[in-house]
């Protein structure tokens, strides 16, 4: 199964517990998201499954990863842990969410995700109706009929506690990811003058001649910027002296990491993660970001990156 090098662990773990065989690839520098033409270099006959995720909110390119999978006979399960409410424009100009697109979708209601429940959940998505039957019996020890078990299930229930939590913050998910967009929008413009800090794109179409530039699509669950010829740890401890959350999303390519290295993997092959890796930083990003706290974050970002 293909996947990023630039991605949260648990992309890769569900392939590794499966026994199948990850296969890290390199992403785009640009939109942070699995590089398209590294994945047709990564596919063999063996391959099975392409997942692509949709990092820090931003749609995957789904028209792309769609046709090389059709050509090639593969399955697509769209990690949407972070794009809950994303859209994708696809090269016809149609919107569609993310999650709906490939063959199967994921999503985590972990409380710091875009629509979080208090506690942990997910849920599965897929158009397809056979393949929701087996999920249904497989999340729930493996029982189409009570106490008869078919195959082998696992315990993935959502409890009816987080449940409602969900229920009741579900009408609001597109106001929450509005207010993240909002925040986004003041960030970017904060430090649109500043070649040393590159904001991040809210275009979900970068192959296709970004017809969807400024399309409103990105959910932002991360806001993160590159940081070039800044020294990004010294930033991100002195935003911390100055009581500003920051993260590093993510500070080890998957491929370098103790539980997936592989011989397999070349350096050459994995430029742009190794090089994110040292760039990145995440700014606060919620639905309650201020103005005042922008301006905040942002002079003192700014006040770092010209001293
Ligand atoms: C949070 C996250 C997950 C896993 O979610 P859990 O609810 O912890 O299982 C998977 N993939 C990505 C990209 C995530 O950010």
Redesign the pocket.
């Known amino acids: 199964m293909i996947t990023a090098d630039f991605?949260?662990a648990?992309?890769v773990e569900v392939i590794a517990l499966l026994g199948l065989t990850p296969v890290l690839v390199d992403v785009d520098p640009v939109s942070f998201n699995i590089d398209v033409a590294a994945i047709r270099n990564a596919i063999t006959p063996k391959t099975k499954a392409i997942v692509p995720?949709h990092?820090f909110g931003l749609a995957a390119p789904m028209d792309e990863i769609m046709e090389l999978a059709s050509e090639h006979n593969l399955f697509v399960i769209e990690?949407n842990?972070?794009g809950i409410g994303a859209d994708y424009t696809g090269k016809n100009g149609v919107k569609i969410k993310t999650g709906a697109i490939g063959h199967v979708a994921s999503t985590?209601?972990?409380p710091s995700?875009n629509l979080g429940c208090y506690g942990?959940g997910?849920a599965i998505f897929t158009n397809d109706d056979d393949l929701a039957h087996i999920i249904r019996g497989i999340v729930n020890h493996g029982m189409y009929v009570r106490y008869h078990h078919d195959v082998v299930g696992v315990n993935s229930r959502l409890d009816s506690i987080q449940a409602t939590v969900l229920r009741a913050k579900l009408p609001h998910l597109d106001a929450y990811n509005t207010a993240r967009r909002n925040a986004a929008r003041k960030y970017t413009e904060a430090f649109s003058s500043f070649e040393n800090i590159i904001t991040p794109t809210g275009s979900c179409q970068l192959a296709a001649n970004s017809i969807c530039d400024n399309c409103d699509c990105h959910v932002f669950h991360q806001y993160t910027l590159r940081v070039v010829n800044i020294d990004r740890d010294a930033l991100v401890k002195h935003l911390q002296e100055n009581d500003i959350p920051c993260g590093v999303y993510y500070p080890i390519p998957l491929h370098s990491q103790k539980a997936y290295a592989d011989v397999r993997y070349n350096e050459d092959n994995f430029k742009v993660t190794n090089q994110l890796v040292k760039e990145v930083i995440s700014l606060p990003m919620h639905t309650e970001l201020d103005d005042e706290q922008i301006d905040f974050i942002t002079k003192t970002i700014i006040a770092f990156a010209t001293k």
């Open positions: 991605t949260f648990a992309t995720v990092l990690d842990a972070q985590s209601f972990f995700k942990d997910g």
